[in-house]
C-alpha cells in the first residue's frame, strides 16, 4: 500500500487554516502547525520542520493580517508574508512539494472600474498590500510548482473577521454608521478550504500526468457589495431566521471611505474575476450571499 500523501498546513488557528485542517483530511495525513510549533518569523524553523515531515504538499495559511499594525510594524509584516514565504518556496522546491499559498485582494489599488483580473498590473496602497506582493513575487521567482490563491473579505464562525464583529456590535448599539463607497467579495473561509482541496486533489493528478503549471488565480465568491451592503445582509439573515433575538441595531446607516480614517488606506474596488480559476479546475463558486446564509445556519447550530 502506498504511503499517505503527507499535507503540511501552516496558520492552523486562523480561519482558513483551522478550515483546512477538516477538508484535506480525506487527501492525505495532515500536520497543521502554529507559530508556536513552526515560527515563520525564524527560518531554521521552517526548514527543520519541512525536512523533518517532508510534505507533499504545503498549504501556507499563515500571514500578518493586522492590516492597520502594519503600517507601524513593517519589519514583521515582511518578515511573515515576505521572507517567510521565500524561505517556504525554497523548501518546497527542495523536497518537490506542491505549494499552495494565499494572497489578497490588497495587491491592487482599488482604482480599476471593473474586477481585477490575474494579469492586472499589482500597486498596493498599504504596507500589509505590499507585503502580501512581495510573497506573491518570492514564489513565482524561487518556487517550482505552485498555486496562488487570491481572495478577499475572509469571514467565517471564528477568529476575528467582519461577520462577527457585526453580530457582536449588533447586540450592543442601536445606530451603526457603516463604509458604503468600498467594494468587494465578502469569502467564507470554508468554502475557500473546500474549493483548495478540490485545487489540490487536481493539482495533484495533473502533476501525475506532468500535466501542471504553476500560477495565480482568484478564489472569491461570485457578486459583490459594499461593507454596508455585506451588514445589511449579516442583519436580514439573523432575523429572518431569528438567529440573533437579542439584536439592539434598528439603523445601519452608511458612510464614506473618508468619514472613517484608518492608519493604512483601502482599495476602494476590490472585487476580482474569478473566471480563470472555474475554468481551470471546473469549478462552480456560489454567490455571496448564499454562502453567508449557510456560515450562519452552522455558527447558530455550532459548527
Not at 527560518?43 to 495559511?61: C, E, F, G, R, Y
Amino acid at each position: 500500500m502506498d504511503s499517505p500523501l503527507k499535507i503540511l498546513v501552516t496558520g492552523k488557528r486562523g480561519q482558513v487554516g483551522w478550515e483546512l485542517q477538516r477538508t484535506l483530511m480525506p487527501l492525505g495525513r495532515v500536520f497543521a502547525v502554529d507559530r508556536e510549533s513552526m515560527n515563520l518569523a525564524d527560518s531554521s524553523a521552517i526548514v527543520q520542520t519541512i525536512a523533518h515531515l517532508k510534505p507533499d504538499v504545503i498549504v501556507n495559511a499563515a500571514a500578518y493580517t493586522a492590516v492597520d499594525k502594519a503600517e507601524t510594524e513593517q519589519a514583521l509584516a515582511m518578515q511573515i508574508n515576505g521572507q517567510a514565504v521565500q524561505v517556504l518556496a525554497e523548501e518546497a522546491k527542495k523536497h518537490k512539494a506542491l505549494l499552495i499559498h494565499y494572497s489578497t485582494d490588497y495587491v491592487f489599488d482599488g482604482t480599476k472600474s471593473q474586477p481585477y483580473s490575474e494579469n492586472d498590473t499589482t500597486a498596493p496602497v498599504n504596507y500589509y498590500g505590499v507585503s502580501k506582493l512581495a510573497g506573491e513575487q518570492a514564489i513565482q521567482t524561487v518556487a517550482s510548482d505552485y498555486l496562488i490563491l487570491r481572495t478577499s473579505w475572509v469571514y467565517g464562525n471564528r477568529g476575528n473577521n467582519f461577520l462577527l464583529t457585526m453580530l457582536r456590535l449588533m447586540q450592543e448599539r442601536e445606530t451603526m454608521a457603516i463604509v458604503s463607497d468600498q467594494y468587494g467579495t465578502p469569502t467564507w473561509a470554508r468554502f475557500i478550504a473546500e474549493t483548495t482541496a478540490h485545487i489540490i486533489k487536481q493539482a495533484l493528478q495533473e502533476k501525475a500526468e506532468r500535466l501542471f503549471t504553476s500560477g495565480v488565480y482568484h478564489l472569491t465568491a461570485t457578486g459583490d457589495t459594499s461593507w454596508h451592503g455585506f451588514a445589511q445582509m449579516i442583519l436580514q439573515l439573523a432575523k429572518k431566521n431569528a438567529w440573533q433575538p437579542e439584536l439592539k441595531i434598528k439603523t445601519l446607516d452608511k458612510t464614506g471611505t473618508a468619514n472613517y480614517p484608518t492608519p493604512a488606506k483601502r482599495p476602494l474596488n476590490s472585487r476580482m474575476a474569478t473566471e480563470a480559476l472555474c475554468e481551470r479546475f471546473s469549478l462552480h463558486l456560489p454567490s455571496w450571499d448564499e454562502a453567508l446564509a449557510l456560515c450562519m445556519e452552522r455558527l447558530h447550530n455550532g459548527d
